[in-house]
């Protein structure tokens, strides 16, 4: 399953947030050397309660609209 993920770093403390279409997530790691993208990994697999080895950003490493894909 691919879903669609708008990423806000920089953020005081972490938090997902359920949109129409799409996931927010705000992330506490600065956009720099992937520290966001791994928090943001980190995030997800907390919110959806599965190891973070299931889950991969298969579009939009350098943005801040990503598809993430949940491996079975």
């Given at each position: ?16 947030e ?8 705000r ?46």
């Open positions: 399953m691919i879903i669609r993920v708008k990423v806000i770093p920089n953020a005081s403390r972490p938090l997902v359920r949109r129409e279409g799409y996931y927010l997530v992330v506490d790691a600065p956009p720099k050397k992937g520290k966001a993208n791994q928090r943001l990994i980190a995030i997800l697999a907390g919110y959806f309660k599965i190891p973070k080895t299931k889950l991969r950003i298969v579009k939009g490493l350098r943005g801040r609209i990503k598809e993430v894909m949940i491996i079975d």
